[in-house]
Each structure stands twice: as structure tokens, then as C-alpha cells.
């Protein structure tokens, strides 16, 4: 079974402040994709990364895949309120085409 | 503007009541699944298909859970008998899979369902 740990479980920050959010596993993925869900929706894609060490910005967001394909982080600069939810990560598996795992996400709050 | 539909929204029923949830995936996607959201559990898989095919229920208790793709529009979950610890958001989300390599979800935006 392929397991995601994400760290840190709860983030609670300023706006305007830096974070750094933390996707681990022992098992190689394929691909690993971020989302973000909000409260009473579902989860949202944000991006996928494919290739070891792929860095991939969207706006203030930025999301890196470690060189195994093991681990990914989503840095976010100068945070604001409208960051606040839900950040799942979820690894592609190696053999079966489209059957996700998701770790058990962040929960970011940004405070005005 | 793509995206998965989810009905109902809210449902609240009564134990050992029937429970059907539908859902109808982006137009042109091979691969719909069914999650089940709590916060003890968080994300967890319950089935997927793959061109209508059921290719993993394992996430599901048989004995009361049957997920099935009667068409290409429509997929449906169907609780019965429902028990109260099937109080939980289930998602659905469709995706185009092809090879293993990129296996991105589209979610709609869920069923609470609430057993009582």
C-alpha cells in the first residue's frame, strides 16, 4: 500500500507570511498532484508534477517533486486569506493508471 | 464550463432507509471514482471505473454499498440498508487516464449524507 504523509497537519499564519507544506512517502509515484478544497466543495486541482526535481509555479504558489519522486513540497509567499483551506497531495500509482492515493492533507488558515 | 455534477447535495435519511447518490462526469472522461470524505478517515477510495467497467470496489463493504456506470453520463452509489456511520461527504470525480503517468481528478462537489 502506498502511503503520503503531509506535514504540518494544522498551519494557522498571518497574511503576508511565508509556508512551506510537506507531501513524504517511502513509495515512488508516477505523478503527484496538489489540490485545495475549500469548506462545502470538493477538492480542486492545482497542478500535477511528472519528472524528479520538476518545480512548477502557479502565482504565488510553488511546487516541487523530489528527485526520487518520493516527496513533494508547495511553498507559498506572502499568503493571503484567500489561500485559507484544505491542501491534499495525492500520488499517482506506477501500474494502475488514474487510482490515486491522497494523504491526509494541511489545513491552512491565513488570518487578515 | 466542464465539470462533474453531484445529486443531491444534502441528504438526510433515517437507518435502514435506501440511499442512491448520482453523478454525472465530465463529458469525454474514460475514469469516474467515488470517495467518501469524514474527518476521521479523510479521503478515502470506494470504487472506479475505467470506459464503464468496474475496475476496483475493494474501498467499499459489499455488503451494502453497489456502485454502477448504467451509461457514459451517469454513475450512481447506492446505500441499502444505510447505517448511521455512513454519515459522511461522497465525492465523485472523473479524470482521463491513459497511461500511468499523470492521474488527475475532477471532484463535483460532493453529497452530505446524513444518516440519522
Known amino acids: 500500500t502506498q502511503l503520503l504523509e503531509q506535514s504540518p497537519q494544522f498551519l494557522s499564519i498571518q497574511e503576508g507570511e511565508n509556508l512551506t507544506v510537506y507531501c513524504n512517502s517511502s513509495s515512488v509515484f508516477s505523478s503527484l498532484q496538489w489540490y485545495r478544497q475549500e469548506p462545502g466543495e470538493g477538492p480542486v486541482l492545482l497542478v500535477t508534477v511528472v519528472t524528479g526535481g520538476e518545480v512548477k509555479k502557479l502565482k504565488r504558489l510553488t511546487f516541487q517533486f523530489g528527485d526520487a519522486r518520493k516527496d513533494s513540497s508547495l511553498h507559498i509567499t506572502a499568503a493571503q486569506p484567500g489561500d485559507t483551506g484544505l491542501y491534499l497531495c495525492?500520488?499517482?500509482?506506477?501500474?494502475?493508471?488514474?487510482?490515486?492515493?491522497f494523504g491526509d492533507g494541511t489545513t491552512l488558515t491565513v488570518k487578515p | 464550463d466542464a465539470r462533474v455534477t453531484q445529486t443531491p447535495r444534502h441528504k438526510v435519511t433515517e437507518m435502514g432507509q435506501e440511499v442512491t447518490m448520482r453523478c454525472q462526469p465530465i463529458?469525454?472522461?474514460?475514469?469516474v471514482f467515488w470517495y467518501r470524505q469524514t474527518m476521521m478517515q479523510g479521503l478515502e477510495l470506494l470504487a472506479y471505473f475505467r470506459n464503464r467497467a468496474p475496475l476496483d470496489d475493494s474501498g467499499m463493504p459489499k455488503d451494502r454499498f453497489s456502485a454502477e456506470m448504467p451509461d457514459a453520463t451517469l454513475a450512481t452509489l447506492k446505500i441499502q440498508p444505510s447505517e448511521p456511520r455512513d454519515s459522511a461527504v461522497y465525492f465523485c470525480?472523473?479524470?482521463?487516464?491513459?497511461?500511468?503517468?499523470?492521474?488527475?481528478?475532477?471532484f463535483g462537489q460532493g453529497t452530505r449524507l446524513t444518516v440519522v
Open positions: 470525480a472523473s479524470g482521463w487516464a491513459v497511461s500511468a503517468g499523470k492521474d488527475e481528478a475532477f
Open positions: 463529458l469525454g472522461h474514460n475514469t
Open positions: 495525492a500520488g499517482g500509482g506506477s501500474t494502475n493508471a488514474g487510482k490515486s492515493t
